[in-house]
């Protein structure tokens, strides 16, 4: 039972349990009729807490990976289609298994040699895919968007404010701002907290229909808080928001960041994935111009969590995380030619997820992981096709990427609240009863307030047959609600 | 090439590809003779730009799988022991794999109905593994140390200073400090900087030879920055430094932070591993009156990285975290039952990382991980012995928990910056012919700047024998760098 995964003896003693994850993950996605499992979360909660208690020993493996499949909200399933929660490729799923068992760590090269070469010749391959000098950028793989953004907002506020803020923090009587749209992600906000800087720093640019962030805004919000005296520092602008996935209009909040001397830190998370397509990569012209940027490649990427990214255009402006450990990075063994990847990253600590990421290029190509995104954004295009041919769904906007909104309506008046209530409950039966997993949210702007159903598209095997289906189901469910509410 | 890893098909794309990276992980394996590959930095990273540029398609998973085994430094080899990197169990990396393969993501609970309820209440048995109430504490899986320490520190600030920090930001006027062992990990002068307060608003404690803060000098840093107006919001305990093993008094500390009014944060990302065993266990009294505590599972757990852990003695001091996103959480379904990690995190898409823990504690059992956490201690017993009966080696104090520090002393009379550099260099000649991964650190307080050479034994299954071994390579080197200085 405490056989180790690495050395000699690691794939002889994983063998065996690998074989019975497989035969588990095989059992509970059997036992379940849909993407998730029918019940409430009460239950399901349960369900586990008995697993939990009445499992010890050599069994719990089996027990537990079963009872983990069996309540997972399976994203390679057609009906599994509510967020930015990709299924991933089976060739990125099994290289991920080998960074487990050697579990490099990329805070030292004595930790990760190889994996330590791997993730820098991948940064600058991504950096090269961004538009930026390979030569001149850096960059590190990251958990996510959320902490891509952080670090884009950290070196913002090191590099803009007087002073040495990492030394003596941030000084008295500056009063810094953030501009994002106000369709950014939400962890521009937190990222603004975490920061000592305040949420209230951040400045909601006003968004067209579509969510893209108005340059003329922009340019307005910018006008303003510079005659109020304050300090724009960063710009954000979000390539694909995560709703409607709207693209900022990048070239213009380029030259605005550029004419007030803010920092301007692209949010390409979700958007990123379009770089991969000849079609779709123009829609990101100017993301080069950035500053920084986010990129996923557990989203339009395929990649099991984590595999974010974050670069910035000139390494010289990572000076404010670079740190000195002794344990770590001493100064004669950098002499003598160890590189160390310590000062690129926020953590310490770190899986090398550069890995099947790498692995995941090399045996696709940027060709077939681009035919992927094309598929996906083609089956939003139908998926928008068959919500404007279905009287009782109303599309909120054409797809930009592979997301769409709508909003089920019944026949006859209706007040807006009430309808608000029904997506919110038809959603949460299509839960309880295990058969789809869509996505809801509220807008900011017109319309504020009004609960929209939303398909998040990204898995490239789904037919425009499935999402018919997907779709009756949530008319389905929406006419069961309603019947129940007049009822 | 694009199958894939969930899904009623996901078992059976996977397992032709896990039998390629089993056989591609012994062949790697087997062509390294050490427990890293020969040669220097460059070296290994013309193999892998080599490996990266010549592969396409399906042999990419092989070759580049091979390509990670050989260039790992793996912490599997007896003669792999230099950090906090330790050797992950089979089991743990068998259940990682159910994660990769399913990818549920913790934000939501529509992404993870199982997985929720598994890390709910995984992270109630951590709580009460440390002494907490769990039905009043809360807590997460996190990235590690840096991460849980950040956590810590910033809802210290949160806490502690005047006005709501996180819509606000820093409040003008105030000068808060955090007070930390000078041998606390690097991560709490990087989360000052993080959140706004800069470096220097860490005040480093004087610590005694084996690296304990002095209680005494806590209370007269405390009483001192109280006099000068400065708002002490933090006091930092660690529970096992990285370099020694070292444990601040974890109750003097309680009593001084609640004397003051400063949240005490305990690091035990290292040390938490002690609370597995009964032997050890005692040295962590005093942890239950931490407000909140650093706990990482890839240290003294054996897991694959991630598993760190962050916990609160109290929910509610959580409250500066919570954060409602439309997509996510909206109220309706939160009203409705449906359960939110969202407030609990920094990141928001997250890995199961809860899952292979699980496992691990039901397969093992805290008694058969305290035993391992007792056999990595005793062996470092047993290495400290054999340091003092080899002349040539020096012992810094002996081990606290699974490290020992010591330096190569070459016979005759030596100056000592001399004997900084031979240590250093005997390192690296160890690293270059792939034979040994050993630590080197340098300490703060008494004997600052002096190169050591660290073990750190996480290995339970290395013997005795084989630090026997590891030593005489260590001895080896140095006698060889030496005679190449000398001749």
Known sequence: MDALAGGAGGPGSLGPLLATVL?????????RSGPLPAGSPAEIAALV?????????????????????YGAADPADPACAAHLHCPPLAVAT????AVSALNPSQDSWDQAPAATALETALIAELAALVGYDPARAAGVLTSGGTESNLMGLMLARDQKLDGIVELDGIPAGV????????????????????????ERAVIAVPVDRQLRMSP???????????????????????????????????????????????????DAAYGGGALLSDRLAPLLDGIARADSVSLDWHKLGWQPAAAGVFLVRRAETYVSLARRAEYLNPVDDEQAGYPSLLGRSLRTTRRADAFKLAVTLRTLGREGL??????????????????RAEPSLELHSEPVLTTLLFRYRPPGPADE?????????????LLRTGRAVVGRTELPGE????????????????????VGALLREVVGAGRKVAGERAG
């Open 23 to 31: 035969d588990a993950l095989e059992a509970g996605t059997a036992l």
């Open 49 to 69: 807490a008995e697993g939990l208690s009445g499992t010890r020993g050599r069994g719990a493996l089996a027990r537990l990976t079963e009872l983990l499949a």
């Open 94 to 97: 099994a290289a991920d298994l």
């Open 175 to 198: 009063r810094p701002c953030i501009l994002a749209s106000a369709a950014a992600h939400f962890s521009v906000q937190r990222s603004a907290a975490l920061l000592g800087l305040g």
């Open 216 to 266: 003329e805004e922009l340019e307005r919000e910018l006008a303003e808080v510079s005659w109020a005296g304050r300090t724009p520092i960063a710009v954000v602008a979000t390539a694909g928001t995560t709703d409607t996935g709207a693209i900022d209009p990048l070239d213009a909040a380029a030259d605005l960041a550029g004419r007030y001397g803010a920092w301007l830190h692209v």
């Open 370 to 387: 681009g035919r992927l995104v094309d598929t996906c954004h083609e089956l939003a295009l139908a998926a928008a096709a068959a919500v």
């Open 417 to 429: 609240a009430a309808v608000d209530e029904l997506n919110g409950q038809l959603r949460r039966l």
């Open 447 to 466: 319309g504020a307030g009004r609960v929209r159903l939303k398909l998040t598209l990204l898995n490239p095997h789904t037919t425009v047959g499935e």
